[in-house]
């Protein structure tokens, strides 16, 4: 069949991505936002080569970019080189959405805040995330400036000076102790604006756009997502639904827990007693006996609540597991939990249904860890990997399978066929054509050689025409794969090189 217009209509289902806000394309950046991004990239740092993407980049989730560094200690080493902080750093994305930290009573638990160990609380400036913004900068273990008052003298040098006076309707300046103080804690306030940002908080995974019904999981995401709410009880800390308003599940309930985590022998920290401050004190005078208090530890520096502090000795904060498997390629080395113990997905799956069955290494902190809700499990292997591939889908970035209705000269096609894809071999997309003569429930699959799904690029109800569906094999590795239609009684399968 040929067609002599080509008339490309855009089908209600790509409309209905267009309007959906949740999951929508990253918008512009406000002033406000943008000044935050500057300063959130810029080397503000002394000696000057660290910014905080140097331990929270978007490549990588937000989250440290090395895959040396995570395989091992996991820990990022300071602007001064030698000199390094004790933890993991966890992601900066959907921090800005933590509760301001705080007692509950109701649940009798502690909820909120930035960090492991929620120290960030965001009593300051009304955010954790932005409380929390105000560290780094100053911290000897990470850019170690001299002081706040250095910080704001390279903002002033920035190139981006003009717009912190377009933002904030004056020069930076810091005359004295009070302006010093407003100017810096403004400094907080932009990177928490760019961290809430929907470029930084896209909610723009596969996930995101199952929950909009605009794709659907593959069987085994599926049966990860039911294990994950069900027998694994994983989303008990990491809820997985909507909010009472329809708010995207940030898998987080912002609570503390003692998973049992046992230590990261590789954690550059316990070398720290080698090392030391300006002042001449050691980084960590306890050396390789240092164990990280966790929430406990916060909880004991705060007269209100130090009575709570044995309780809560080797707790973390549950962290979001949106973009856990982010990554810049597939072999890419990430690290999980605040010590960066495990190192794969695999892994730490295997230690919530193994820890009490399996020969694992004692925990950290052995007071306060959670008996209850994890170590005997009982899964299958194959039940890990589809709790696996569940979490896979919560990445940032997926590139919705676009489908577009191709009108002929007002004719509906007379005969079903699914065409060979073009180009082909293709590198990353290709275009899939095929035609329907009657209405029908069409599923259009991509799978690999080994017979696995990777991708279903349509699962609906369509009327009769010629349709257009681009697909964009993204991180896939190279090979051949199989597109099959299903539609009506038809069948038909074509073969699709992928040559990156
Ligand atoms: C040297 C590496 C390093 C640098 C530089 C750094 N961070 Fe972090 N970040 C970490 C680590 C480690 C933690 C966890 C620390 C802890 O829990 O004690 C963390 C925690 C965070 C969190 C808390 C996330 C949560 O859910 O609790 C946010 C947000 C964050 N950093 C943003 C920033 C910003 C903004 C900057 C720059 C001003 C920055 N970081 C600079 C390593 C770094
Ligand atoms: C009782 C609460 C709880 C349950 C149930 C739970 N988690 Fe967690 N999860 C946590 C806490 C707390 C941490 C951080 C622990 C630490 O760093 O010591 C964590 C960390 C993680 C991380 C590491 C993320 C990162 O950025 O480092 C992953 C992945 C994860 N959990 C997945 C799961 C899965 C999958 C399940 C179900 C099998 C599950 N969790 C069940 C509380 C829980």
Same mark, same amino acid.
């Given at each position: 069949m040929s067609f002599k217009t080509v008339i490309v209509i855009t089908a209600a289902f790509v409309l209905a &991505? *267009? *309007?959906? *806000? !949740? !999951?929508g394309p990253p918008s512009d950046l406000t002033p406000m936002e943008q000044l935050g991004k500057k300063l959130f990239f810029d080397k503000i740092s002394d000696p000057d080569w660290m910014s905080c993407a140097t331990c929270h980049d978007p490549d990588v989730g937000w989250t440290g970019p090395i895959a040396g560094i995570n395989m091992k200690g996991a820990v990022y080493r300071g602007a001064v080189p030698v000199r390094f902080g004790n933890r993991k750093p966890p992601s900066a994305a959907y921090a800005t959405l933590s509760p301001i930290f705080h007692y509950d009573d109701v649940e009798s638990l502690f909820i909120g805040g930035n960090f492991w160990d929620g120290r960030a609380t965001g009593e300051r400036l009304g955010n954790p995330a932005a409380d929390q913004a105000l560290g780094p900068f100053l911290n000897p273990v990470e850019q170690n400036n001299a002081s706040k008052q250095a910080v704001l003298e390279q903002v002033e040098d920035s190139k981006y000076a003009k717009l912190w006076e377009q933002v904030w309707g004056e020069p930076i300046s810091? +005359? $004295? !102790? *009070? +302006? &010093? +103080?407003? @100017?810096y804690d403004r400094i907080g306030l932009a990177i928490a604006a760019y961290e809430a940002s929907s470029e930084v908080n896209p909610f723009s995974s596969k996930y995101d756009y199952y929950l909009e019904g605009m794709v659907e999981l593959t069987e085994q995401e599926e049966w990860g997502l039911e294990l994950f709410n069900g027998k694994a009880m994983c989303s008990a800390c990491h809820p997985s639904e909507p909010g009472l308003g329809g708010e995207p599940p940030l898998f987080t309930d912002f609570s503390y827990d003692n998973l049992g985590v046992p230590k990261n022998p590789d954690n550059p920290f316990y070398e720290m007693d080698e090392v030391f401050? $300006? $002042?001449?004190?050691? &980084? @960590?005078p306890m050396g390789s006996a240092w164990i990280d208090p966790g929430l406990g530890g916060f909880l004991q520096t705060r007269p209100e609540w130090s009575d709570l502090a044995a309780e809560n000795m080797g707790k973390h904060k549950v962290p979001t597991l949106r973009n856990v498997d982010k990554r810049p390629g597939g072999g890419f080395g990430k690290a999980y939990a605040h010590n960066g113990f495990f190192k794969s997905l695999k892994d730490i799956v295997h230690f919530y249904n193994t820890r009490d069955v399996e020969i694992w290494p004692d925990p950290e902190e052995p007071s306060n860890v959670n008996i209850d809700e994890l170590g005997d499990l009982g899964l299958t292997d194959a039940e890990e990997n589809a709790i696996v591939a569940f979490m896979k889908t919560l990445s940032d970035g997926y590139r919705l399978p676009q489908v577009k209705t191709i009108a002929s000269d007002q004719q509906s096609p007379t005969s079903y066929n699914l065409a060979q894809n073009y180009p082909n071999p293709f590198n990353p997309w290709t275009d899939i054509q095929y035609d329907i003569p009657q209405d029908a429930h069409v599923t259009l699959k991509v799978y690999n050689v080994l017979g696995a799904e990777v991708a279903t690029l349509v699962d609906t109800y369509q009327t009769a025409n010629s349709y257009l569906v681009r697909w964009d094999a993204g991180d896939l590795a190279s090979g051949m794969y199989f597109c099959t239609i299903d539609a009506g009684d038809f069948r038909k399968t074509t073969k699709m090189l992928l040559m990156k």
């Open positions: &991505i *267009a *309007a959906s *806000a !949740a !999951a810091y +005359e $004295d !102790a *009070a +302006e &010093i +103080e407003m @100017n401050l $300006d $002042d001449g004190s050691p &980084i @960590n």
